[in-house]
């Protein structure tokens, strides 16, 4: 019973409510980052987009997006590390010790994570050459998708089935942007070995010169002729010069379109077909 009383002595109670202090000081802290982050993050993103959309710096929203994601991505890991620093100091721990954990940190990176390093300068390459951005459509690793988020490391796009794909950015190698400029919708149509090619393809090029009515198209699209004699069809192909992104609607649009121009013209279009041979003995 003696040795409960003396946890509250005088001095115990100046030594727990000198840690308790520090506890405390050290969650105002934390807290105080988190909201540092969060501020930061919205108006380094209100920053940029005004400057694009008053044409102050030349970039578009694109770019802006994607320079917000490595800007707010640099801040935030400052901020913690800033954070951290007046935590440790707080509890304690004297500057000449920080000074020396963040020199064996240093030998550290420079011996074990050159592929950190590698993530990080790759990440701004990405960003000052350009060579995509956040909203961008691009195939990185056989995997095809919109590209959600460049941070320092790594980048971040999901496909067309929801699921996300993240790649550090010094794996990331051959790129396919599909978002530079223009894209091309692509259209296969078969017709059958009995109809006349030739005419079927003049057709589709006199009806193409009219094409008014799809939207996002850059250019008239081109037929291009015959690229496939398949078992039960011959397959001609039509390319249209699209706006971005928007290659699948037209595709949509050109077939649906083709297939009433064939339709009306009474030009078949066969299905796979299979003839079995039955033998009697």
């Known amino acids: 019973m003696k040795e409960f ?5 005088e001095k115990n109670i100046e030594k727990i409510l000198a840690l308790g ?7 105002v802290v934390f807290v105080v980052c988190l909201f540092l982050v969060q501020l930061s993050r919205k108006s380094v993103k209100r920053f940029l987009m005004k400057q694009a959309a008053n044409n102050k710096v030349p970039v578009d929203e694109r770019k802006a997006n994607t320079v917000y994601s490595i800007v707010s991505s640099i ?3 400052l901020l913690y590390f800033i954070a951290l620093c007046t935590i ?13 954990v963040a020199g064996a940190a240093s030998v550290a990176v420079g011996l074990g994570a050159q592929n950190i390093i590698q993530d990080m300068l790759d990440g701004f390459f990405i960003l000052f050459e350009d060579h995509f951005g956040v909203g961008d459509v691009v195939e990185i690793q056989g995997k095809t998708g919109t590209v959600e988020a460049i941070t320092m490391r790594t980048t971040k796009i999901r496909d067309a089935n929801g699921a996300v794909h993240i790649f550090p950015n010094g794996s990331i190698g051959t790129i396919t942007n599909y978002c530079k400029e223009y894209i091309n919708a692509i259209v296969d149509v078969g017709i059958a070995y009995e109809e006349d090619a030739e005419k079927v393809i003049e057709l589709l090029k006199n009806e193409m010169e009219k094409i008014q009515d799809i939207e996002y198209i850059l250019e008239v699209p081109q037929v ?3 690229v496939a004699l398949e078992e039960s069809s011959v397959t001609i192909r039509i390319v249209a010069k699209c706006q971005i992104k928007q290659n699948w609607v037209v595709e949509r649009e050109l077939r649906q379109l083709i297939k009433s121009i064939l339709d009306e013209h009474n030009i078949s279009m066969p299905f796979p077909q299979r003839t079995v041979h039955i033998v009697k003995e």
């Open 5 to 9: 009383l003396l946890l509250f002595s």
């Open 21 to 27: 202090y520090k506890l405390f000081y050290c969650f």
């Open 88 to 100: 440790l100091t707080e509890l304690g721990v004297e500057k000449s010790s920080l000074i020396a």
């Open 224 to 226: 291009l002729g015959i």
């Open 75 to 77: 801040i935030k890991y």
